[in-house]
């Protein structure tokens, strides 16, 4: 019966060689944007919860609809307080904060590059472009609790 190879000292140090290479090759923005999805950046932001996805209902479409027809993505988030919905279109991230509340919002991209947008008083605000890449959303009224979603991929 052979040796398995995690008891062979020879072999397995061929094994951890193998694996540290591998880690090597990874690029580094890779790494930094895995490190990114886990940084907490506001402690003191309340986290709101994905209540409804459009995307989830697309399979329940009509396959009539034409290739070219891209619909608009909803998407709603909620706290105990506070709900963010949002509409995402080819050429922009259109939201709004209910209870209205004037602010920032901002989009926090996987490579770390944040993206700012006005709240206005009704509430509204929008990101143009849309993002292209996964982001999570930050509001920040002038007064209250930020809130900040989960990561959001398109």
Same mark, same amino acid.
């Given at each position: ?20 290479? %591998? ?19 506001? *402690? ?5 919860? !994905? ?10 479409? =009509?396959?009539? #609809?034409?290739?070219?027809? *891209?619909?608009? #993505? %909803? ?6 307080? *506070? ?6 279109? #080819?050429? %922009? ?16 991209? &996987?490579?770390?590059? &944040?993206?700012? =947008? ?7 605000? *929008?990101?143009?472009? %849309? ?5 999570? !959303?930050?509001?920040?009224? =002038?007064?209250?609790?930020? &809130? ?7």
């Amino acid at each position: 019966m052979a040796t398995p190879w995690w008891k062979d000292e020879d072999r397995l140090l061929a094994a951890l060689r193998r694996a540290d290479e %591998a880690a090597r090759e990874v690029p580094p923005e890779f790494v930094a944007a895995g490190k990114a999805i886990f940084t907490w950046h506001d *402690v003191d932001a309340e986290l709101a919860s !994905l209540t409804y996805d459009s995307a989830a209902e697309r399979e329940e479409l =009509s396959p009539t #609809r034409g290739a070219e027809h *891209v619909p608009l #993505r %909803a998407l709603i988030f909620a706290t105990g307080e *506070v709900t963010i919905e949002l509409e995402v279109g #080819r050429e %922009a991230l259109m939201g709004q904060v209910v209870p209205a509340r004037p602010g920032t919002a901002y989009t926090h991209l &996987v490579t770390g590059a &944040v993206v700012e =947008s006005a709240i206005d008083e009704s509430g509204c605000f *929008v990101f143009r472009p %849309a993002p292209s890449q996964a982001f999570r !959303l930050q509001c920040s009224p =002038s007064s209250g609790t930020n &809130v900040v979603t989960d990561w959001i991929a398109l």
